[in-house]
């Protein structure tokens, strides 16, 4: 610990030195080296365009250069799913009702240096819901489905080059015919706002508020029967979206079998501090992962090469977006898990172009024995 503990502070140190700052005015996180001591083995692929095998598990290094997908553009002849959405009112709901909303950043506990102490005031807010209901779909068949986080905040906006994706790999029968629900997070980021307690709270709470709160509405509105079998239900996010994917099905398995993250916010930024899981999602792979029996999960994970490094005043060694999800890989791979990571060259906190390049990859993966009629 002491050592990897010096090895990252020497990095923010350079980085500071340098004088580099994001647009939010934080030191800039250097980029690590995929081969650097204490990173898993991986696999470089080191074509333009080329994305590991959908059907391979372990780690794999793409990039820097990218080509986007072409089953991002809409195909002529292709069948289009309808996208449908509707809102939810905090005021309506019996979980995270009201939310919270902090006016300035927290500062770090004296008496605990794992958490911040952050003054908070309750809000109301509203969530909007988008749903991708694949072309052909019979009312009364149970569908499979992706709950994918951080979903458009209003009415009218959803990402066309994904529905375009899931068109084409629905009729190319590389992925079964899914319903995506993209589901708005209530507002703010990280300690202290709503969306740092759904996404970054380390319990199944919000499985069972998408559970209970979203999926009823979804089904209702629709006409829509959405499948109880876990293995046909996915979550996918980013960043904490990322972590909150994984914490869904950590919690809950008998919902949840299949997790696709990027830029995975594995780090120690849970609130308010819990002593079952003092490290936050960081316990993921210091502890909970490693000790516990295998579920029946299926895992991809992502990072940049100069993914986040202490985005904020937390200086605990437990804020390294890529060491985390390194040690995510390692963890998965020792306990026999279905897995894969993608380290991207080139890119940062989302991964920017190389999602645009794998993400279809990485959606036939994370289906992948599943049964799709007439393959």
Same mark, same amino acid.
Request: glycine share 12%; aromatic share 12%.
């Given at each position: 610990m002491a050592s990897r503990l010096v090895t990252v502070m020497t990095l923010v140190m350079c980085t500071l030195a340098a004088g580099a700052v994001d647009a939010a005015g934080r030191p800039t996180p250097p980029t690590r080296a995929y081969d650097a001591p204490g990173a898993p083995p991986f696999t470089v692929i080191d074509k333009p365009g080329?994305?590991?095998?959908?059907?391979?598990?372990?780690?794999?290094?793409?990039?820097?250069?990218?080509?986007?997908?072409?089953?991002r553009n809409a195909v002529a002849g292709v069948p289009q799913g309808k996208v449908e959405q509707f809102e939810i009112n905090s005021k309506e709901t019996k979980t995270f009702n009201p939310g919270i909303a902090r006016e300035v950043?927290?500062?770090?506990?004296?008496?605990?240096?794992?958490?911040?102490? %952050?003054?908070?005031?309750?809000?109301?807010?509203?969530?909007? #819901?988008?749903?991708? @209901?694949?072309?052909?779909?019979? +009312?009364?068949?149970?569908?499979?489905? #992706? %709950? @994918?986080?951080?979903?458009?905040?209003?009415?009218?906006?959803?990402?066309k080059s994904f529905t375009n994706m899931l068109d084409n790999m629905i009729a190319q029968k590389r992925i079964p015919p899914i319903v995506a629900i993209w589901i708005a997070n209530g507002g703010g980021d990280a300690q202290g706002h709503e969306r740092g307690k759904e996404y970054d709270t380390m319990s199944g709470a919000y499985a069972e508020y998408i559970q209970d709160e979203?999926?009823?509405?979804?089904?209702?509105?629709?006409?829509?029967?959405?499948?109880?079998?876990?293995?046909?239900?996915?979550?996918?996010?980013?960043?904490?979206?990322?972590?909150?994917?994984?914490?869904?099905?950590?919690?809950?398995? +008998?919902?949840?079998?299949?997790v696709l993250t990027t830029s995975g916010t594995f780090v120690n930024q849970q609130w308010p501090f819990n002593p079952e899981t003092p490290d936050g999602a960081w316990d993921f792979h210091e502890k909970l992962i490693p000790n516990s029996d295998p579920k029946p999960?299926? #895992?991809f994970i992502s990072v940049g090469d100069h993914d986040l490094l202490n985005p904020n005043v937390m200086r605990d060694d437990m804020h390294d977006w890529v060491e985390a999800n390194n040690r995510m890989a390692k963890v998965l791979k020792a306990k026999g898990?279905?897995?894969?990571? #993608?380290?991207?060259?080139?890119?940062?906190?989302?991964?920017?172009?190389?999602?645009?390049?794998?993400?279809? +990859?990485?959606?036939?993966w994370l289906w992948q024995g599943y049964p799709i009629a007439g393959k």
């Open positions: 080329v994305n590991p095998p959908a059907d391979a598990d372990g780690n794999f290094v793409i990039g820097p250069n990218y080509v986007p997908a072409p089953e950043f927290g500062t770090v506990d004296p008496n605990n240096p794992k958490t911040l102490i %952050v003054e908070t005031h309750k809000i109301d807010y509203t969530r909007t #819901i988008t749903v991708y @209901i694949p072309a052909g779909y019979k +009312e009364g068949t149970a569908a499979p489905f #992706i %709950v @994918i986080h951080d979903g458009p905040r209003k009415i009218g906006g959803w990402d979203v999926l009823t509405r979804v089904e209702k509105n629709y006409g829509i029967t959405l499948t109880k079998d876990p293995e046909g239900r996915a979550a996918m996010g980013s960043s904490s979206g990322g972590s909150c994917a994984l914490a869904m099905a950590w919690y809950h398995p +008998e919902w949840y079998h299949r999960l299926r #895992i898990y279905h897995y894969q990571y #993608i380290y991207c060259l080139g890119v940062g906190h989302g991964l920017g172009a190389a999602k645009a390049q794998m993400l279809p +990859e990485a959606m036939e």
